[in-house]
């Protein structure tokens, strides 16, 4: 079975970091984008950044270029997203999702999604 | 940056409804998209890639089309568990749309 598997909730203080992680099961891991997405309470999807570990391909959006940082670690199949110093409005469930290296490609597989509460 | 938009914001519709969403892209070179259904508390899922392709699964009432700057998703029979949140996404930037909720 093709899945992600995200790392578990998190509660954290202003100004410490973080580093979550989605595991890749059942599919070739450097074919395919890792894909980040944001969602704040109560708010839509944003997408935060893009990593290729076929060639360690990083797209970050705008938005949050600078505020995080993506990698992976393709022998494990595992990808991260990673916080320096948290702030309250990091506060949001994170998504990891593949997606095909094809422009058309869709996310087809969704992770359980992390939960993080930063507050002091 | 490409930026995307979608009209309405919420259509409040009944079982056995068509329902049509529309998304708008501030680009349209080479856009591909994507339409996704997200429930309350759960990830969202991958109904229309490729602009008008179904994803494996996805019921036949469900279609997309469109092109260059201007897309839609239609529900051609609304059911019960169709009542959910849908985001479009240009799957080459990664952008997503702003979401409509569709509600009774």
């Known amino acids: 079975e093709v899945q992600l598997v995200q790392s578990g909730t998190e509660v954290k203080k202003p100004g410490e970091s973080l580093k979550m992680s989605c595991r890749g099961s059942?599919?070739?891991?450097?074919?395919?984008?890792i894909v980040w997405v944001r969602q704040m309470p109560g708010k839509g999807l944003e997408w935060v950044g893009s990593f290729y570990p076929g060639d360690s391909d990083t797209r970050y959006s705008p938005s949050f270029q600078g505020q995080v940082t993506i990698s992976a670690d393709r022998s494990i199949s595992v990808a991260h997203l990673q916080w320096s110093s948290l702030k309250a409005s990091d506060t949001a469930v994170y998504y990891c999702a593949r997606k095909a290296a094809t422009a058309a490609a869709g996310l087809d597989v969704w992770g359980q999604g992390t939960t993080v509460t930063v507050s002091s | 940056d490409i930026q995307m938009t979608q009209s309405p914001s919420s259509v409040s519709a009944s079982v056995g409804d068509r329902v049509t969403i529309t998304c708008r892209a501030s680009q349209g070179s080479s856009t591909w998209l994507a339409w996704y259904q997200q429930k309350p508390g759960k990830a969202p899922k991958l109904l229309i890639f490729?602009?008008?392709s179904l994803q494996s699964g996805v019921p036949s009432r469900f279609s997309g089309g469109g092109s260059g700057t201007d897309f839609t998703l239609t529900i051609s029979s609304l059911q019960p568990e169709d009542f959910a949140t849908y985001y479009c996404q240009q799957t080459n930037s990664f952008t997503f749309g702003p979401g409509t909720k569709v509600d009774i």
């Open positions: 059942g599919y070739s891991f450097t074919d395919y984008w």
């Open positions: 490729g602009t008008s």
